[in-house]
């Protein structure tokens, strides 16, 4: 008896769904229409980029910025679980810049559906571009990010 091949979409469905995420990316979003915790963490990822390229750690920043330790190193640790998870290199603007990245609205779309508790929402918008064996750690991350945010 041969193997029964897993269902599959069909290729019209497939095409039509990647054309519409691909549109969706194209189009320029902009930091001014976040929530102030999408900004912050679209902010923080900017500054720990710029961190990172001066080869200083960014957790005593973080901390002056958001006044707690705690939380500096909990967005700290939601940077370094993306660059672990994330299958390219993340992509960020400069942090005077209004339009964000594909990479920086994908993770405002993260940061909504953690703070509103939707685990469907979060896996729904990485889902095909990180592998699902990544999403716990990263909705782990990101959750502990948010609760710790002021």
Same mark, same amino acid.
């Given at each position: 008896?041969?193997?029964?091949? #897993?269902?599959?979409?069909?290729?019209?469905?497939?095409?039509?769904?990647?054309?519409?995420?691909?549109?969706?990316?194209?189009?320029?979003? *902009?930091?001014?229409? /976040?929530? /102030?915790?999408? &900004?912050?963490?679209? &902010?923080?990822?900017? /500054?720990?980029?710029?961190? *990172?390229?001066?080869?200083? +750690?960014?957790?005593? *920043? /973080?901390?002056?910025?958001?006044?707690?330790?705690?939380?500096?190193?909990?967005?700290?640790?939601?940077?370094?679980?993306?660059?672990?998870?994330?299958?390219?290199?993340?992509?960020?603007?400069?942090?005077?810049?209004?339009?964000?990245? #594909? *990479?920086?609205?994908?993770?405002? $779309? &993260?940061?909504?559906?953690?703070?509103?508790?939707?685990?469907?929402?979060?896996?729904?918008?990485?889902?095909?571009?990180?592998? $699902? +064996?990544?999403?716990? $750690?990263?909705?782990? $991350?990101?959750?502990?990010?948010?609760?710790? &945010? #002021?």
């Amino acid at each position: 008896m041969p193997a029964q091949q #897993p269902s599959q979409q069909p290729i019209g469905e497939t095409a039509a769904r990647f054309s519409s995420l691909i549109a969706g990316m194209a189009r320029p979003h *902009d930091v001014r229409g /976040l929530s /102030l915790k999408s &900004l912050h963490m679209v &902010l923080a990822m900017r /500054l720990c980029a710029l961190f *990172d390229a001066a080869a200083q +750690d960014p957790v005593p *920043d /973080l901390a002056r910025r958001y006044r707690s330790i705690e939380a500096a190193c909990a967005i700290h640790g939601l940077v370094l679980t993306i660059k672990q998870v994330w299958p390219e290199p993340f992509m960020v603007n400069r942090p005077c810049c209004h339009a964000m990245t #594909p *990479d920086e609205a994908t993770l405002a $779309a &993260l940061v909504r559906a953690s703070r509103a508790g939707n685990r469907d929402a979060f896996t729904a918008a990485i889902a095909g571009f990180v592998r $699902a +064996d990544r999403h716990e $750690a990263l909705y782990n $991350a990101t959750t502990h990010a948010m609760a710790l &945010l #002021p």
